[in-house]
């Protein structure tokens, strides 16, 4: 089970809580200084039609009952039970039909005894009946209808209230609105709805070499495809993305543009993380007077990630890597915008499958493999992607999660259980895991 941390720590206790950067710390000890720092963002009403993926930041009741009064729930006539009671194919109970109601017919309808309504699905029960006879179970006659097999009271009848009662909590703050929330909302007369703002994070990236998707390539240049890896992750978590471009291997540049990037909730930069004399998104946090709370994180991929405050902006240094860039974005990027969005717990939910073949590993730190995870009759079962015919990126392609393996273990046995964190489940995702998160 994936624990949720919930931290509330005053501005004036962050210097105790930090880390000698020069030293790797655990991803727990990570998440936990970051999700230190992160609040729920404002919140904004929008309109219902633009409310899809959008994560709700309020209650819902019903206003009313719904529905307001008991309703037909198939083709057939309204009657009163106790007229049909002991109606049989053999002797069957003949009725004059004495109207007709259709869905949202709001004409008075009065039922006496020994009649019939003609009622339509979802049309208003007659007054004076208290079930409802299927059209195949009667036949028509010269006098009306015949009935010939019985119904009790209630009988195919929506009785009033059925779906909910007025004041009866429906949907609560934090729930991510999808089809099945927004008809909620419609059924409920919302035209507007309010949500969280989506948090804003300016991308970046670092690298003489780099250059951007659809430039023609040079000697020793490659395409900068983690400005869109970051952006689509963005998205898939709720936020929304400014590229700030590339800013090679000047400072002077870096700094410019992390500065611009500061009026966005989030900067994140790729590449630069190291301490190489070409690594200089530490030094630009210096010069920017930025707080950097750690440098280096004892997991693979993402060793080289860094986490800094610039005033109220984090910042995220994320190895180069786009692999490394990936995986750390879902381990410490993610928590932070998931709470950001009010959602809670905010790390990635695991689960436990079964090992399909046995594997090295290196073993020394937190390692995170890319895997194939299936859900077959036996249970999850997984599958590690590492190849040594194949490249981490074509790992990376066939992934749908990652595998999990703590500090020390040099092999992992087929067979064994072992923890996988899913991947691609986006918000609407996170219901089907909500019953191990809590």
């Known amino acids: 089970m994936v624990p949720s941390i919930i931290f509330s720590v005053p501005a004036e206790k962050w210097g105790e809580m930090a880390v000698n950067v020069n030293k790797l710390i655990s991803l727990e000890e990570a998440q936990s200084l970051i999700l230190a720092t992160v609040s729920p963002l404002a919140t904004e009403a929008v309109q219902l039609s633009d ?59 009065e039922l006496n005894r020994g009649e019939a309504v003609k009622v339509m699905t979802g049309a208003p029960l007659p ?31 929506v009785p009033a209230g059925a779906e909910f009662h007025q004041n ?31 948090p804003e994070v300016a991308v970046l990236a670092t690298g003489t070499e780099l ?27 709720g936020g929304k993305t400014t590229s700030l471009d590339i800013a090679g291997d000047n400072l002077d540049n870096l700094v410019g543009y992390i500065q611009r990037g500061m009026k966005a909730d989030v900067v994140v930069t790729t ?28 997991m693979t991929p993402g060793k080289q990630t860094l986490f800094a405050k610039l005033g109220g902006t984090l910042f995220f240094g994320l190895p180069g890597r786009p692999t490394a ?32 073949r046995t594997i090295q590993v290196k073993g020394k730190i937190l390692s995170f493999l890319f895997c194939r995870l299936i859900f077959g009759p036996e249970g999850p079962q997984v599958e590690s992607l590492r190849s040594g015919t194949r490249g981490i990126l074509t790992e990376m392609l066939a992934a749908n999660g990652l595998l ?25 995702g996170l219901s089907y895991f909500s019953a191990l998160q809590q």
């Open 168 to 198: 009866q909590q429906l949907l609560s703050s934090g729930a991510v609105l999808r089809p099945n929330e927004l008809t909620i909302l419609a059924a409920l007369g919302y035209t507007m709805v309010t949500v969280r703002k989506k």
């Open 211 to 237: 250059v951007e998707v659809g430039t023609r390539l040079g000697p020793g240049q490659t395409f900068a495809s983690n400005l869109h890896t970051v952006a689509h992750l963005v998205k898939r978590c």
């Open 325 to 356: 860039t990936y995986i750390a974005f879902e381990q410490l990027v993610r928590p932070a915008l998931f709470r950001m969005l009010g959602l809670s717990p905010a790390l990635l939910p695991e689960i436990t499958a079964r090992l399909s």
């Open 51 to 109: 409310a899809s993926g959008r994560i709700l930041a309020e209650d819902v009741r019903a206003s009313k009952d719904e529905p307001s009064i008991p309703l037909a729930a198939m083709d057939g006539y309204g009657v009163q039970s106790m007229d049909v009671e002991f109606a049989t194919p053999q002797k069957g109970v003949v009725l004059p039909v004495v109207g007709a109601v259709s869905a949202g017919d709001n004409r008075h309808h």
């Open 404 to 428: 999990k393996v703590p500090p020390g273990i040099e092999r992992l046995e087929q067979g064994e259980l072992v923890r996988v964190q899913p991947l691609d489940l986006g918000l609407e």
């Open 271 to 298: 590449g630069g993380t190291g301490k190489g004399d070409k690594d200089l998104v530490s030094a630009a946090i210096t010069t920017l007077n930025g707080d950097l709370c750690f440098r280096g994180i004892a």
């Open 127 to 157: 007054v004076g009946a208290d079930a409802v006879v299927p059209m195949e179970m009667t036949e028509g006659v010269s006098e009306g209808i015949r009935i010939t097999t019985p119904v009790a009271q209630g009988d195919y009848i």
